[in-house]
């Protein structure tokens, strides 16, 4: 599953790639 997000946001240039590891750490840390 990872690899396939990761393959997607890539091809948008990569900093989706470090937005979405932002989000599911605010996520992990509010639940």
Do not use: D, W
């Amino acid at each position: 599953m990872a690899s396939r997000y990761e393959i997607r946001l890539g091809g948008s240039g990569g900093q989706g790639i470090i937005l979405m590891g932002i989000i599911l750490a605010e996520a992990i840390g509010i639940y």
